[in-house]
């Protein structure tokens, strides 16, 4: 037993839920209103049967002790496997806990706060801070926000953060790794010299670095903290630590490109702002929200929005910010990215242009009404990229429309949903004036020059299989070892893996196939289990047997979430029946309830939602049995 399962075998996941969520019984089960949405009517279930959570609401997603910790926290799965063995009482391995690491981040944690509280005492009396007050204020930020965000100023010393910190008990050392300070020719000196300081905090609200705007001609305009054990520019967002509970309340995430364009909503009561922190959007920064909420607009300036400036037109971009010759490369998103993102994902990602000219701060402070308008009729992604070369390329002449196709057609390479690409492919022929087919042909032409070959490395039999031979984990071996399961392995939902390791090997599987890349892309705790899974012994499939045994697992899963559901609405009627009368439901349930009580109402909702459920659920049996699909035998 590794220390994962030794995680879930020590806790119970209605004790860990209930130390955040009011939980009620309901016949085997708990329910409670959903803590990652707004509801009346509960429907949040935790199944100590299953050591399950899920959402059969808005949300429509669930999992177990470590996703629900990992989503109402908005911590990785690292740091979520560090936060229930403490709680668990397990010792991880010290590779991961090593007490001096520890130390290490909790000093630096401190070393930053440390030196943000100091910088804003900096910035709202006295002389030292007068520029960086004055900014501010001109900005249009009122002194409650500026102490909420703990905006400050770093003054023009090259010692002077440095001795404040001294003898708050921080050595060079320690203010060193927190990256404070930089070793230069003269030795150790300030990083932040007479700068306007944006502490950022992490997702659990611990300071991890800073923003820093210089206030005269000064280069680089904008500067960050270094890349350090707690910071990292490129899988962190600004004031995220104040948006999560704005984010799960609108169901909706909107990325700034500024501080202050974070700030300015914040103080309008646009709480649901994160800002990136003058780097371009990353995968990792949209995987941090996806947590939060399926749905995120880009706020864009006219300028950005209409070239990639703000995702750079780049795999890959070399982030030159960092103090001294050290280089940082950071993956980041295209717009064929986000397409891919979105696609595999299912993220709602949308385009929000802002008027030519304007910021958020302008269009918020002139017009909160429009700024809210503005949101609401971001488009998504594909629309505005299409809408955007048609406006760039001159349709009416051949050569316009063939510079329109290479740009979009790899656009549409990602997608797997059948009928969104459909959709896009006949927008593209009425715009390009090539047939529909043709163009179908080309993106598959496409897809297949990028499709790896097929493995014909011989499996052993599953009869001697040993270990762990759960299905979720059998569906991901399928997928690990036969290339030719990818695009329908995109397609799969996450939301059918209940086991929070196995949504993570999924989520970097379906960001590249390449083992090393889903290796590395994961965090170290689950080193030890991918490999079991690329190690697990599978029967001799043929293309068409590793076909149909891929699809019998996803049946089989859509059938057990199926049955879940049918547990739940079931609970909930019992416990309906006993607080109505079983005669009054019924008379309920046969009767007109235009005019009935809200209890009432739903009461009836209810019971027609479980006979749907039940009707699913004998459609699903009906698929398994006689669906034509491999029948996968998985032990254990």
């Not at 235009?594 to 009707?615: K, M, P, Q, S, W």
Request: some cysteine.
């Amino acid at each position: 037993m590794n220390e994962i399962e030794e995680v879930k075998a020590r806790l119970d996941i209605a004790d860990v839920v209930g130390q955040y969520v009011q939980l009620q019984r309901a016949g085997r089960s708990y329910k409670a209103p959903c803590p990652f949405h707004s509801e009346k009517t509960p429907s949040f279930f935790v199944s100590p049967d299953r050591q399950s959570w899920h959402c059969f609401g808005a949300c429509g997603t669930g999992g177990d002790v470590f996703s629900f910790v990992m989503r109402r926290e908005g911590i990785e799965f690292s740091e979520a496997l560090g936060v229930l063995a403490a709680r668990a009482g397990v010792a991880l391995p010290e590779r991961q806990r090593r007490p001096e690491e520890e130390r290490e981040r909790e000093r630096s944690y401190a070393a930053n706060e440390a030196a943000a509280r100091w910088y804003h005492e900096l910035l709202v009396s006295g002389d030292p801070g007068k520029a960086a007050r004055e900014y501010i204020q001109g900005r249009g930020v009122d002194e409650p926000t500026a102490e909420a965000f703990l905006v400050g100023f770093s003054p023009p010393s090259w010692e002077a953060t440095r001795e404040q910190l001294r003898e708050r008990g921080f050595s060079d050392a320690e203010l060193l790794s927190a990256g404070l300070l930089v070793e230069g020719d003269k030795g150790l000196h300030d990083r932040f010299r007479g700068r306007l300081m944006f502490p950022i905090r992490d997702a659990r609200g611990r300071f991890v670095g800073f923003g820093a705007r210089a206030l005269d001609d000064s280069v680089p305009k904008y500067l960050n903290t270094a890349q350090t054990a707690t910071f990292d520019k490129g899988s962190m967002l600004y004031a995220l630590e104040r948006a999560q509970d704005g984010i799960r309340r609108e169901g909706c995430a909107v990325i700034v490109e500024g501080y202050m364009d974070a700030i300015a909503c914040h103080q309008r009561g646009f709480d649901n702002a994160v800002a990136t922190m003058g780097t371009s959007l990353t995968e990792r920064q949209v995987r941090l929200l996806k947590r939060q909420t399926g749905n995120i607009v880009l706020a864009l300036d006219a300028d950005a929005a209409g070239s990639e400036a703000a995702l750079r037109g780049h795999e890959v971009v070399d982030e030159a910010m960092r103090q001294g010759s050290d280089r940082e490369t950071v993956p980041v998103l295209t717009w064929r990215g986000l397409v891919r993102y979105q696609d595999a994902a299912s993220v709602d990602l949308r385009v929000a242009v802002l008027p030519e000219g304007s910021d958020p701060d302008d269009v918020i402070q002139s017009d909160p009404a429009a700024w809210r308008e503005l949101i609401a009729a971001a488009r998504p992604v594909l629309d505005y990229r299409f809408d955007a070369v048609a406006t760039r390329h001159d349709l009416s002449m051949p050569r316009g429309r063939s510079e329109a196709v290479q740009e979009l057609l790899p656009l549409l390479e990602p997608i797997t949903d059948a009928v969104v690409r459909a959709h896009y492919l006949q927008r593209l022929s009425r715009l390009s004036l090539v047939r529909e087919a043709e163009l179908s042909r080309m993106v598959s032409r496409r897809r297949g020059s990028r499709r790896p070959p097929v493995s014909d490395m011989e499996t052993p039999s599953l009869d001697n299989a040993r270990g762990d031979t759960r299905r979720e984990g059998f569906l991901l071996a399928l997928l690990l070892r036969f290339p030719h399961l990818r695009e329908a392995g995109l397609e799969f939902p996450d939301v059918l893996l209940t086991e929070s390791e196995n949504r993570e090997v999924l989520a970097a599987w379906k960001r590249c196939p390449e083992l090393d890349v889903v290796k590395n892309s994961l965090p170290e705790e689950l080193n030890g289990y991918l490999e079991r899974l690329v190690d697990w012994r599978l029967p001799k499939y043929a293309v068409k047997e590793a076909e149909a045994a891929l699809l019998d697992c996803r049946q089989r899963l859509e059938r057990r979430q199926v049955e879940a559901e049918k547990q739940m609405t079931a609970a909930l009627l019992a416990a309906t029946e006993e607080e109505l009368g079983a005669s009054s439901l019924v008379e309920a349930v046969v009767s007109d309830t235009e005019d009935a009580d809200e209890t009432v109402r739903e009461a009836v909702n209810l019971h027609r939602r479980d006979l749907e459920t039940g009707l699913r659920l004998h459609g699903k049996e009906g698929n398994v049995e006689g669906g034509g699909a491999a029948k996968t035998t998985v032990n254990g």
